[in-house]
């Protein structure tokens, strides 16, 4: 359990880890963001649209890792989704990292 930190993967982690059916990969970005470029594989859930049918839903993955742009907001999206039970890991860098390692952009 983590109490003082949020748990995180790097992009190069985490884009091993994004297959499967066990585990969910999303961004939380506004879909303007989403639609200009985003990590191969993610699905749009924007931060600010989180409710309580959409994280009971996420509960269902082994593990949910979440991307933003450069990590502030999948950090704050991951908290809030451990609070409500989803075994959740923000996306150290964001897409901006993933896009400057060269790993699949949509």
């Known amino acids: 359990m983590f109490f003082n930190s949020t748990p995180s993967i790097s992009v190069s982690e985490a884009a091993q880890q994004v297959v499967g ?3 969910a990969f999303i961004d939380v970005r ?4 989403y639609a200009s470029g985003h990590a191969k594989g993610t699905v749009n859930i924007p931060l600010d649209s989180f409710n309580d049918t959409q994280i009971a839903n996420l509960k269902q ?3 949910l890792y979440v991307i933003c ?3 502030g907001r ?3 999206a991951t908290k809030t989704l451990i609070a409500g039970g989803v075994n959740a890991i923000s996306v150290a860098g964001g897409t901006t990292a993933w896009h400057a390692q060269g790993l699949p952009m949509e």
């Open 21 to 23: 059916d066990t585990v």
């Open 69 to 71: 742009q450069s990590g």
């Open 61 to 63: 993955y082994k593990d």
């Open 74 to 76: 999948s950090a704050a």
């Open 30 to 33: 506004t879909p303007d963001e």
